[in-house]
């Protein structure tokens, strides 16, 4: 079992940045490929980063490509988004996800385990 637990979000103006944090519970973290989803009123949950078990690859939807970086820290247990140059479509409930062994099974939404969201609010 994994317990997500996400933090950092908030308003800020478009332009700004947003450091979201991810601390995961458990033993074997190095074993779960992690990545982030968001979901904005009324549209439906997107992928938007994800990151292999040692960290060496990330992947990044196309809208975010750039401005976003996923990293990782295993030995604390830790998935970190950097967001910067926001822009007021970014604006979502943004979740941490952990899949066993291969980030191909985040890019086919096919995750083991949930966090329960960060609001991230961007303003004009």
């Known amino acids: 079992q994994v317990q997500l637990v996400e933090s950092g979000g908030g308003l800020v103006q478009a332009g700004g940045s947003l450091r979201l944090s991810c601390a995961a519970s458990g033993r074997t973290f190095s074993t779960y490929a992690m990545g982030w989803f968001r979901q904005a009123p009324g549209k439906e949950r997107e992928f938007v980063a994800a990151?292999?078990?040692?960290?060496?690859?990330?992947y990044y939807a196309d809208s975010v490509e750039g401005r976003f970086t996923i990293s990782r820290d295993n030995a604390k247990n830790t998935v970190i988004l950097q967001m910067n140059s926001l822009e007021p479509e970014d604006t979502a409930v943004y979740y941490c996800v952990a899949a066993a062994k291969s980030t191909r099974r985040i890019l086919g939404e096919e995750v083991d385990y949930w966090g329960q969201g960060t609001q991230v609010t961007v303003s004009s």
């Open positions: 990151i292999s078990r040692g960290g060496t690859s990330t």
